[in-house]
């Protein structure tokens, strides 16, 4: 068993009594089989039945999932999840035969939540945020882009360079269309900035300097003139 959570007489960090707090696991997280969505307050088995389950009792198993495997007091659980009332244990022992209810546990022999005689209660199952995979995921599926993008440039460089037998083909890179996220920092920039790497070391091209693509105010006007101006002979947008 780890440390001890004891009362530490924190509150929740929701404007009015009743409010979810606002932090990772907010986002969702997977407990064993479950997977646990608390702004919606649901609970979805692993066959896909869909429980729903009171405020303040999912305020319970996201404080108890921000301490996994550790001991966390009854004092604690009251004094953050019933900061604005006073209650009795009475009221987290139902919350948390609920909790086991919606989970399929059996407090004899639980796979989910232990009672600790006299101390509290302890959360047994691996917690795992659900926002960190979804952004990995999203980073793999830009940079999956962006590769096939650089692929497909160089194959048409190719076919152009061969055909022509000339000097490197001038490509410029123009910023993309695309929102800022964790997944893709800086946006379209950043996938253009990922392309514009992946392009650097042709044979085939000659890059046009980021300084100059991304200094372009309003790609909306003529190509050509883009193109003129960035002595390019081809722009990737």
Known sequence: MGRAIDSDHSRPSGDEAGDLPNDSLMNGFLLGSCKIQPREGLIV??????????????????????????????????????????VGDQVLSRAVSLLRNALGDDAKQPKYIRTVSRGGYELIQPVTPLDQPLRSKQRRHWQGIAAGLALTVLLVA?????????????????????????????GGEGLADYLISALANSQQLSIVARRSSFAIPD???????????????????
């Open 45 to 86: 088995s692993a066959e896909g039945e869909r429980l729903h389950i009171e405020t303040r009792v999912m305020m319970v198993l996201v404080e108890l999932a921000r301490h996994p495997n550790q001991l966390v007091s009854k004092n604690h659980l009251l004094d953050t999840v019933w900061s604005d009332t006073i």
């Open 158 to 186: 190719g076919l152009l360079s061969w055909q022509a037998s000339t000097a490197p083909i001038t490509v410029a890179v123009i910023p993309f269309t695309a929102p800022d996220t964790d997944a893709l920092p800086m």
């Open 219 to 237: 790609t909306t006007v003529d190509v050509k003139a883009i193109g003129n101006d960035l002595d390019a002979d081809y722009l990737v947008e």
